[in-house]
């Protein structure tokens, strides 16, 4: 296959995925891989993934009548279809659709011979990523994780991105249940994993915080000796993950003796001052990102570059040229001195006692007011974990919480038992909290936003905007 085309021809999907040809012309080339029948192209290979809302193999008729060359479909859904329904187009037939894609992808990375920097970890994942494109950019030609394609359909269809003139790919890797990061790992076979810290996510999935930390280390399994793990040493979990890699650690922190590490200098709304140290270098760094964990995902990305070979000036560039992302800290100045804190991209603990920590920095002498709807995927720990985000809230001196969804109560609990006044506490939709806060914002006030991607705090964000 030639890399420096996109081009597949049936005989590299049939090596790649171990498929079966079920019938149509062997000599075609496809042009692109595409698993939606919404943005096919004329010549792609459709692969008919089956997910949670739609089966792939519901929309074969269409994405053939939209020019598409072949289908690779799975072999239980050809026994249901007729030669003569099949027509003269290409079928080719595998075991497992979801995993034939991933076996796409993974082809087409080792073919490219491009260098992989895969990133996992509970917070901070998709900031680390756009920091460590943005460092290594400075050097390299980089392919980057878009948005967040990074499960098991959106990395194979980065992947399938690669071209000759890429010289590394930086990759972020996401689950919910063990075994995902496992199989990412082996489709992107990376040569850096860097894992940014261990907290309690998706523990609907895992049962516990350990169970994170576990799922989280079938990355450095997959590394093996030859690999290079990029580690955050103030988070101890991920010390625990490091004492058992067998290859190359790179560690990074701002607490503890780390190879790469930070001061913290000055906190502003609109950027994170630091002193980077790597080794005996030195540099002052202006993030563009305020707040703690800003600075944990930089030092995480310089560690990459450092490891890399860059220059420390390179890793300075790199860093300060990258830019909030929406949703994720995005501080928006509101009409009347009212500053508005946009964190609603998605919530658990640590995430959100992070946001809380860099609200109460931010605000200086103006008021803190925490604006929070669900975190999702807590399982059995859910109650807890929003009892327990409304004792802290309280405790950081938050001036009003106001709490939507179905813990709202359980957090507004939590409040109350840390000893903050019931008239601070506003429990309703999102509707009646921007009703209420529209009257009772003033100069100097700090409204933080948070709450899972389910709970659509983000509306309560366009709201504010709009008021």
């Not at 995993?99 to 900031?127: M, P, Q, W």
């Amino acid at each position: 296959m030639p890399t420096d085309s996109k081009t597949w021809s049936v005989s590299d999907v049939l090596q790649a995925t171990g498929g079966r040809l079920v019938g149509g012309n062997e000599d075609v080339r496809f042009q692109g891989v595409s698993t939606d029948s919404r943005t096919i192209e004329a010549g792609d290979l459709f692969v008919a993934v089956e997910g949670q809302k739609y089966d792939g193999h519901s929309f074969l008729q269409e994405v053939l009548r939209s020019g598409a060359l072949g289908v690779l479909v799975a072999e239980s859904y050809i026994s249901k279809i007729s030669p003569v329904a099949r027509g003269e187009e290409l079928w080719i037939a595998v075991p497992d659709t979801l995993r034939a894609l991933g076996d796409l992808a993974a082809f087409r990375c080792r073919k490219s011979n491009v260098s992989v920097v895969a990133i996992t970890g509970t917070n901070g994942k998709t900031t680390t990523k756009e920091m460590t494109a943005a460092v290594l950019g400075q050097v390299f030609k980089v392919l980057k994780t878009p948005g967040n394609f990074n499960n098991l359909v959106g990395l194979p269809l980065t992947l399938f991105g690669l071209s000759d003139s890429h010289e590394w790919a930086v990759l972020e890797l996401a689950m919910n249940h063990p075994g995902e990061i496992r199989r990412l790992s082996e489709i992107a076979n990376p040569d850096i994993g860097v894992i940014t810290n261990i907290e309690a996510g998706h523990l609907e999935g895992v049962k516990d915080i350990d169970g994170v930390m576990e799922a989280k280390g079938e990355l450095l399994e997959e590394l093996g000796q030859d690999g290079t793990a990029v580690l955050n040493i103030d988070n101890r979990r991920v010390c625990r993950l490091a004492e058992r890699f067998g290859g190359r650690v790179v560690t990074f922190g701002i607490h503890n003796s780390a190879e790469v590490s930070a001061t913290p200098v000055s906190q502003t709304r609109s950027c994170s001052s630091f002193d980077l140290s790597l080794y005996d270098e030195r540099v002052r760094v202006r993030l563009k990102i305020p707040g703690k964990g800003a600075i944990y995902n930089a030092l995480a990305a310089a560690a990459v570059g450092y490891r890399v070979g860059l220059s420390i000036e390179d890793v300075k560039k790199g860093l300060e040229s990258a830019v909030p992302l929406p949703g994720r800290m995005e501080i928006s100045a509101l009409p009347g001195g009212i500053h508005l804190i946009d964190d609603t991209y998605n919530a658990n603990p640590g995430s959100v006692a992070v946001a809380i920590e860099t609200l109460c920095t931010l605000k200086g002498g103006g008021r803190g007011i925490f604006v929070i709807g669900d975190m999702m995927e807590l399982g059995q720990h859910a109650q807890d974990a929003h009892q327990q985000i409304g004792m802290l809230a309280a405790r950081a001196g938050m001036a009003a919480i106001y709490a939507t969804g179905g813990f709202a109560g359980t957090v507004a609990e939590g409040a109350r038992c840390a000893g903050m006044d019931q008239r601070k506490i506003f429990v309703g939709s999102q509707d009646q909290i921007v009703e209420v806060l529209k009257g009772g914002l003033g100069p100097g006030d700090w409204v933080l936003v948070k709450g899972s991607r389910l709970a659509a705090m983000d509306n309560v964000v366009k709201m504010l905007r709009n008021r």
